[in-house]
């Protein structure tokens, strides 16, 4: 049998991932109708809206291009099964909150309810794509839904298709991906779906940058690259550590051995943390997956990774309440970004809720800007969604409209997002609306510190001994 061609794609999901994929799909093969569904109403309504609902550099553009031509976003997620030949599945997979596994393994409510739908609603043989973040052989827990709810006649071959996008620069990676990777059963059937969906992503992209492999090996695929970047991350933030008790600089250590081609710079920078929605969720999924294999020293290793980041923001902000005088009851701090990082508005996982946390519990009070985290979710993530009631916490909080409106009067000013605008801001006016001594803690490495030190401030840094 020859690979079907696929004309008409539905994606189920209308979060970060499925939205700008299936967008820059639609701009890029004006041939086939992309549909991307969710039940949420508020979500689509978004989507069909000048104000989209997830900010990325040059998504707008894209969903303007092929809005209405070739690009849909509906709530009849039923209508979009039925008529098409390929599914993305493409919904939130959070790491369990209670249950066998909870705090490691992955909540796959979402996506079996969704393969439910897809075999309950289907009338013609399908593809089904896993787009989401999922452990190791989910696909075989797909397959046996499908088979156990599909009507006669009716075949489904699941391909795993994990993405590999940096918030923040989404857009170009899909437009210019290192590698798109494609995981199919070995069978014949499996092949041609392969195939197929290949086909696809090679109207832009040259055929060497799509790998096709096992189904299990591209599931594990997506676990193990973000594993091992996040390993960088904390492999840096630790040496910080080392650092600031030596005396030594991390940014002139990480020059250094990433000029090893062996090793290169990527992934060196160190900072408070790193946050996001995968970095965290899929460690701590190598992690249960070890574990379930009984591999309890794979399982322990992977495990570090996770540690030393939640060691890094917790040293970040003792090291705040250390440097101003071990109290900061009272005291008024200026939190300098929301977001887990620059050009995104997405917070999950952040390391600034973190380390606002921590100033709370101190008695702190904090003003908190971000250009693009709206307030209403700022508050979302500090009460944890409603779980810590926001009542006693309110006089401690003020979300501002600007940096320097945050600043002002703060005995303490925290980078903890890098975004541009604050290598740029009036630092002389804001050092003019402090009280003395004026104090910034770099949690990014990303500020000029002998230009701050010359304007009166008193710098603390990451992975420095010194204090500038």
Not at 94 to 99: D, R
Not at 324 to 340: D, E, R, S, V
Not at 376 to 382: A, G, P, V
Request: glycine share 6%; hydrophobic share 40%.
């Amino acid at each position: 049998m020859a690979p079907i061609e696929v004309k008409k794609i539905c994606c189920i999901g209308a979060g970060y991932v499925g939205g700008p994929t299936c967008a820059v799909i639609a701009l890029k093969c004006p041939h086939i109708q992309v549909t991307i569904v969710d039940l949420n109403q508020a979500r689509i309504d978004a989507w069909n809206s000048d104000n989209l609902p997830i900010y990325e550099p040059g998504l707008d553009e894209v969903v303007k291009a092929a809005k209405g031509k070739n690009l849909f976003f509906s709530t009849n997620v039923d209508k979009a099964i039925a008529e098409a030949d390929l599914i993305f599945v493409s919904v939130n997979t959070p790491t369990k909150k209670s249950g066998i596994g909870a705090g490691f393994a992955a909540d796959l409510n979402y996506l079996q309810l969704a393969t439910r739908r897809i075999a309950e609603v289907s009338t013609t043989s399908k593809i089904v794509v896993e787009k989401s973040t999922v452990p190791c052989r989910t696909a075989e827990s797909m397959r046996t839904i499908l088979e156990a709810n599909s009507k006669p006649g009716c075949t489904f071959d699941i391909l795993s298709n994990p993405e590999f996008l940096a918030e923040g620069t989404a857009i170009a990676d899909l437009f210019n991906p290192d590698r798109v990777l494609i995981g199919s059963l070995q069978t014949q059937s499996g092949k041609d779906a392969c195939e197929a969906l290949k086909k696809v992503y090679s109207n832009w992209i040259s055929t060497d940058r799509i790998l096709t492999v096992g189904l299990w090996s591209s599931e594990l695929s997506k676990l193990a690259a973000n594993a091992m970047l996040a390993q960088r991350i904390s492999s840096i933030n630790a040496l910080s550590a080392i650092c600031e008790a030596t005396g030594a600089s991390v940014d002139e250590v990480a020059h250094a051995v990433g000029r090893d081609s062996r090793v290169g710079p990527k992934f060196l920078k160190a900072s408070v943390g790193f946050g996001g929605s995968c970095f965290q969720k899929d460690i701590l999924n190598l992690v249960y997956l070890s574990e379930s294999l009984h591999l309890p020293e794979v399982a322990k290793y992977w495990r570090a990774v996770v540690e030393m980041n939640e060691h890094q923001k917790d040293r970040f902000a003792r090291k705040v309440v250390d440097t101003l005088f071990n109290t900061i009851t009272g005291k008024k701090i200026a939190l300098l970004g929301w977001a887990f990082k620059k050009d995104t508005g997405d917070t999950r996982e952040s390391p600034s809720i973190s380390i606002a946390n921590h100033f709370l519990s101190e008695k702190a009070r904090i003003s908190i800007y971000d250009p693009q985290v709206t307030e209403s979710q700022m508050w979302l993530d500090l009460t944890n969604y409603g779980d810590i009631p926001a009542e006693p916490i309110k006089p401690h909080v003020t979300v501002c409209e600007s940096a320097e409106e945050a600043c002002k009067n703060a005995e303490a000013i925290v980078i903890c997002t890098e975004w541009d605008e604050f290598k740029t801001l009036d630092w002389e006016k804001i050092y003019a609306n402090c009280p003395r001594p004026a104090f910034v803690f770099d949690g990014r490495l990303m500020l000029d510190r002998a230009a701050l030190k010359k304007i009166g401030f008193t710098v603390v840094t990451i992975g420095t001994g010194d204090r500038v």
